[in-house]
Every structure is written in C-alpha cells, then in structure tokens.
C-alpha cells in the first residue's frame, strides 16, 4: 500500500510521522508558518521555517495527487474499465505523471484515427498481424474491406481498400503502445537521460536577436542545464528568435523518416515482441514501431519534458529570487536617525526629501545640479540648509540615472560642510517609482507629488529596508532571474511567504508600523492592519500587547497568532516589548518567583539566565524548547537578527565604465545573486559580474552560500566591454586580468562545460573570464 501523506511528508523532511500529523495540524487550523515554527515547538518538535514552508508546499501538491486520484478512479469505473490490476496501479502511483500515464488509455478524448479503425472492425486484424508475423499484410487486409456506412458518430468511412485497412490497423497499434504505461516510463527515463537540447537562430533574426547570441547554436543535455540558461532558451523561443528542439545524443538532429532505428523504437519493439525477420509483417510491424515513435510518443515526451524542463527552471529561478529578496529585506537598517533621500535626474531634476528619526517627511524640495541647468553651487547651498535645519545624519541616494553624479554632489556637501557630519549611501531604488504610484503611496503622503514620494521611500529604506520594502509588490523590487518568465501565481506565493518570514522574524513595533508592515506580521489580514492604524489613530499609542484585543475585527485566533510578533515598546510591562508570547507570561513570572527576583533585575542578566536550567521550568504545555528560547530573549528582548549597518566606498574618480582598469580593486554592493554568480554595484552605473567560478579560492556550488544582496565586497576588475557595458569582475583578489589576446582556455568559454568545471573545482588556475562576460545576458537580457 502506498504510504500516507503524513508518512511521505516526514520521509522527504526526515521528520517523524508524528511531528508531520502536528504540523498539518496546526495548518489547518489556520495557524501560520512563522508562529507554528516560534511558538509550537514542541507540537512539531522543532520543525523550522523552512521546513514547515516545505512542508505546507509538498502537502498542497500531494492532496491534489489524492484528489486527482479519486477523480480518475471514478471516471474509469464509470467506463466499467476498472480493473483489479489497474486499480492496484492507481493507488500506488507515486506522483501526477505516473497517474497521468495509467489513465492516458482511458481519458476522454477527441474521436481518434484508431477509434475510428476499431468502429471499421479494424481490431482483428492489428491484433492478428502483431500475433503472427508470418501472415501477409495485404492478403489479411482484404478479409476486411467494407463499403462506408452511418453510426451513431457519424459516417463511417467503411475500409475501401487494403490500404485503408493497413492504416486503420496500424493507427490502434500505435494508440495501444504509445499509451502503455510501463513503456511510457521506460522511453521518458531514457530521453531523461539521453536526451539533448537545441537551438539555432532562426532564419533572418541574428541582428534582431542578438542579446540570445550565445544561443544562435547551441547544445545541452537536458539533465544538466541550468535554469538560466533554460529560461533563456524559452525566452528566444517565444520572441521568435530562436528555435529550440529535443532530440536523443545518438542523433545529429530532430528525428527524421529516413533515420536508422533509434534505441527508443527498439524499446517500443522489444515491449511487443516486434522482431525483424524476414517475415511477411515484419516490416509493417517496423514501420508502424517507428510511426509509434515518431508521431505519438516522441512528440508527446517532447512537449511534457520540455515544459518540466521550463517547471523545473521556473522553480529554481523562484528560489533564487526569494533569497535575493530575503537578503534585501533582511539588510542591516541605519536606524532611526534623521535622513535625506535623493532621487537623482538629469532634466526633470534631483528630487530631495528630509524625512526625521521616525520616518515622518519633514521637508522636500527639487535641485538641479545637473544638465542642463547645471546649478551646483545652488544645489550645495539648499542641501546644507536642509541638512542644518533639520539635523540629517544620513544621505541616501537611488542608484539610477545620475547616481553617480549625485553621489558626487553629496561627495562635495560633506567635504564643504565637515561640522554637519553627514554620511553618504547609494542604495537600490529599485521599485520606488512603484511606491510612488501606488494606492497607499497616494494615502500615505496625499498631499505630495508623485515625483517626491520616490525620494520619501529612497530616504525611508535606508532607515529601515524591511519596513518600507514590504509597502511595494514584491515582484517590482527586482531582484529576480528571468522573474516575468516564471508562473506568477507560484512566484508570487513564494515571495509573500519570504516577506511574512522576514517581518515576523525581526519583528514589528505595533505603534509605528504602516497598515502593509503589520498585514505582513502573522495572522493579521490587510483589514485588521488596517483596523489596527484606525484603533492607533483615534485612541492614541498602545500601552500593552492586551489593548490590541479591543480591535475590531481582532479576535482571539487573530491575537493568539500576531501578539508575539508584535512589539509596544516602553509599555509597563516589558515582555510587550519581547518576542516572549502573552501565552508564556505566567511561565516567566513563575520563574521570577522561583528566582526571587524582579523582571527589570532579570532582563538583561546574561550570567543569571543561562545559569537556569530550562528543564526545571518546563511542565506539560510549556517544554523544555519554549523554556530554552524565553532565557535567551530575556538576555536581550526583542533582538535584531539583521546585520550591523556597513557602508561601501566607492573610489574617487571611478564613475562611468570608461574609468575602470584591469586589476583594479573596489569596493562595492552585491545587487543581484543568479545561478551563475553575483551581480556587483561598483559605482559606475552597470553592474559588473563576479562569476561563480571567481566568488571563491574553494570550489561553489551555490552562490548564495558565499554572497547575499546588500553585502559589502571587494572586488577586482578583469575585463571591460564598453561598448556591451560589461564589466568581469572577481572576488579572488589574487587573480589577474588576462592579457589581450590570451588563449581560449585563459579566457573560458562559456558552452565549454568541461573547462568552467576546471576553473571552479582549480582556483589557482585563470578565472572564466569569459564565462563571467557572456553570462551578463542570462539575467540582464
């Protein structure tokens, strides 16, 4: 018998059956990921996030399989094809293609050619020809000739000559191997294997489809490409500019009439018993094997695994995405200190927003230091006004068009008014002008122009990322590989669990937060945060995590859910300020009283905490887990998991891509980590690449095991392409640039599998210089 959902599930997490069947649990309840893994610890005995999010991923997939399964057993039972053996087979079917393959013969269909043959009375004689090969084809086709006649489908066509009779054999033949399931596996796990992807240029688009160049010919076994390359290969295929096929590696091409017999057509033969020799049917037996080959199987295994190819790449490409975004948003803050956002421009001006140590937007203005006003002196003069008045701290800048050149601005405020003491940062404005249009944009500042709302969430995201990221459609901040290609409903899914990790994670201050902050916090819908702000609005700050209860709309599940992710800071009563549960209150006060001592004594007391034993304290609802994590928030309650705050210098006089040079070392931001390696900001407005071959002296398999979005690095200049604005970059300073025209294997190249493994797995040898440049359009393209 097939194992049970709870049993598969605790397989795959290498989990117990118990702590699955708690876990599932839990979920259907309505609990959530983030306080399953914080606070039922002991119901699921220590199952992290991620694997609960695992978890709740495979046990959707599975229930549909459970789901699917009955809907095809009712359906051949409703045929009356049920079999004791077919039923056997359809309980034990482990995943959707294997059930997919046993109900192929029996799912409802078009009327076919081989219906059509059966409806003739074609059946006899496929059945006698495949029995016994020594009957003549034409000679036993003639037994079964008929003139056209009226069904209950329609006309018949009748079998007017031998021909017909032949064909309408050989088409309930073919229906009859191509949907034998056993063999289906067999040829899939074949092509799996054997199996070859393609493209060429298609005729007329080399100029129209250059970004895809590095696919104009190109080969790749399926089992080994990677889904950036994959989801380029789509990409060109759907704009027409590439073709892309599947073909066997014992084949120059596509499958031909004309080509020798395949190892799959000797698969299809060697099921049936097909046999070539020298008797009467052998040949129309052949022929008919390869018909099965060609027309039905091949192309039915092509489109199913190519597109698990594009499901597989999609996945991946997800998950590079949704750690991209948890780095982004788990990015160390600057804190509460009083900043000024820039949104640099050209023509339309530098847009300028002060916003103090809250958050609040205390002033704004437009500059323009730039072409073709050029009014830099003036623009000095109004940022250190604004600077003065309103004690600014820090500066942050978007990296967009004139980054560079605003940077420098910001460069000569500081050197020109020292006593202010101001920093610089350039950080990502990705997704700001989607803030800035958006409904809650328009709420949020009603009164501003949509033009300054860009530069209010430049300057907000440098306090703190997670707060003002997560106001904006996480699919708009652009830290994903090939994020349109990919399912939007699975994308979108992954990276709302990624943002609602990230939130309850750090935390969320219920007297500051914005209505889409606390809708991201466990258990609160939009609504509720809403109602959350309103409740704030009309009776003034929380003072305890208790008054949340009065919320409309707010209930005891909802409490129970939220409240400890849910922080009143300088409330009476500390724990609100704590990751510390309301539910777990009483467990604290029992070790106080145990202890002899008060909360504000205890809070803090790293000696004192962990000279408890956890043990001691734990009873049958609250275990020794729960007991171990309320000791370690009391050393320090309500903890920062994210990051010190760093900054990255970017060098003097490097500002466009025409400064760089070969070996020259800086330092700079990791904006974007793919498959294939990381993407840099060095200051000059295109990001150079630091392949995966060149992120370490050791060899990488990942590169989010070395590197994350907003990390600080140094880096080395390799190769410069001006004119393609590509910039090589690597992390092993010890590496050199490659001299003009060094040899092919000094270089890399890109389609020469064998080579990059050398350079990953060989780190005193020349880095994949051109791996790295030819790898740009994967991502950027």
């Not at 409806?119 to 004689?125: D, F, S």
């Not at 990276?495 to 750090?506: H, Q, R, S, T, Y």
């Not at 008054?547 to 409309?552: G, I, R």
């Amino acid at each position: 018998m097939l194992p049970s959902i709870e049993q598969r599930l605790a397989a795959e997490l290498a989990a117990k059956a118990a702590q699955v069947v708690a876990a599932i649990a839990l979920l259907d309840e309505g609990a959530t990921v983030p306080f399953i893994a914080r606070y039922r610890k002991e119901a699921t005995g220590g199952l992290d996030d991620i694997q609960l999010r695992l978890l709740e991923e495979r046990l959707r997939y599975l229930r549909e399989l459970e789901e699917r399964r009955g809907a095809i057993i009712a359906s051949i039972e409703e045929q009356n094809k049920m079999t004791p053996a077919l039923l056997d087979a359809i309980s034990h079917a482990e995943d959707k293609t294997r059930l997919e393959d046993l109900y192929l013969p029996y799912k409802l269909k078009r009327r076919t050619k081989a219906q059509i043959a059966l409806e003739a009375g074609l059946l006899p004689l496929a059945d006698a020809l495949l029995a016994d090969p020594s009957l003549n084809p034409e000679q036993e086709a003639s037994n079964y000739l008929k003139p056209a006649f009226a069904t209950d489908h329609g006309d018949n066509p009748g079998v007017a000559d031998t021909k017909a009779a032949l064909d309408g054999a050989r088409q309930i033949l073919m229906e009859r191997f191509a949907e034998d399931a056993t063999l289906l596996q067999g040829l899939r796990d074949y092509l799996l294997e054997h199996g070859v992807v393609e493209s060429k240029v298609a005729d007329g688009k080399q100029d129209a489809g250059e970004k895809f160049a590095d696919y104009f010919d190109y080969s790749e076994t399926l089992s080994t490409i990677p889904s950036h390359r994959a989801l380029a290969l789509f990409r060109g295929r759907r704009e027409e500019m590439l073709n892309v096929v599947l073909r066997l590696d014992t084949e120059e091409e596509k499958p031909k009439w004309d080509a020798p017999h395949n190892p799959c057509e000797g698969r299809i033969a060697a099921r049936f018993g097909i046999k070539h020799q020298g008797r009467a049917a052998d040949k129309w037996l052949a022929d008919t094997v390869r018909w099965t080959w060609r027309v039905k199987s091949f192309m039915h295994l092509e489109t199913e695994l190519m597109g698990a190819l594009r499901e597989r790449a999609e996945v991946e490409a997800i998950n590079v995405f949704a750690r991209n975004l948890k780095a982004l948003l788990l990015a160390a803050p600057a804190g509460p200190r009083a900043t000024m956002g820039l949104d640099p421009g050209l023509r339309t001006g530098v847009k300028v927003a002060v916003v103090d140590a809250t958050g609040k937007v205390v002033d704004t203005h437009t500059i323009y230091p730039h072409q073709p006003r050029n009014d830099w002196d003036g623009s000095l003069h109004t940022l250190a006004g604004l600077a003065e008045k309103h004690r600014v701290a820090l500066i942050s800048i978007g990296n967009g068009t004139a980054s560079r050149e605003t940077d420098k601005l910001a460069q000569d405020l500081i050197k020109l008014r020292p006593e202010l003491k101001l920093t610089k940062i350039v950080v990502s404005e990705a997704g700001a002008s989607v803030y800035s249009a958006s409904e809650f944009a328009s709420k949020e500042l009603p009164d501003m122009d949509v033009s300054l709302r860009g530069a209010v969430s430049i300057a907000r995201r440098l306090q703190d990322p997670l707060a003002e990221l997560v106001k904006i459609d996480p699919k708009s901040i652009g830290v994903g590989q090939y994020q349109h290609d990919v399912g939007q409903t699975q994308l979108a899914r992954s990276l709302d669990a990624v943002v609602e990790d990230c939130v309850n994670a750090v935390g969320v201050d219920v007297n500051t937060a914005s209505a889409p902050l606390l809708a991201r916090v466990s258990g609160l819908s939009s609504s509720v945060a809403q109602s959350i702000v309103s409740y704030r609005d009309a009776k003034g700050m929380f003072g305890s995590r208790a008054e949340l209860k009065a919320v409309p709309r707010l209930g005891d599940k909802t409490y129970e859910q939220a409240a400890g992710f849910l922080r009143v800071m300088g409330g009476a009563n500390p724990l609100d300020a704590s990751s510390v549960h309301p539910e777990s209150y009483p467990l604290v006060e029992k070790i106080l009283a145990d202890i002899n001592k008060d909360m504000k004594a205890v809070i803090g007391d790293e000696r004192l905490l962990k000279s408890l034993n956890p043990a001691k304290y734990a009873d049958q609802r609250f275990g020794v887990p729960t007991v171990t994590d309320i000791l370690k928030e009391l050393e320090k309650p309500g903890r920062d998991p994210r990051p010190e705050f760093t900054t990255a210098t970017f060098k003097d006089g490097v500002e466009q891509i025409r400064d760089l040079r070969p070996d020259m070392i800086l330092e700079g931001v990791v904006t974007n980590v793919a498959a294939f390696g990381a993407f840099v900001d060095i200051g000059v407005h295109q990001d150079g690449l630091v392949h995966i071959s060149a992120l370490s002296n050791s060899f990488v398999k990942d590169p989010h095991t070395v590197v994350k979005a907003g990390q600080v690095v140094k880096v080395k200049v390799l190769e410069i392409d001006e004119k393609r604005k590509r910039i090589a970059l690597t992390m092993r300073l010890t590496d050199s640039a490659p001299q003009p025209g060094a040899r092919p294997e000094q270089r890399g190249d890109r389609n020469d599998g064998k080579r990059l493994a050398q350079h990953q797995q060989q780190a005193s040898q020349p880095v994949a210089n051109g791996a790295m440049a030819s790898a740009f359009a994967k991502l950027k393209g």
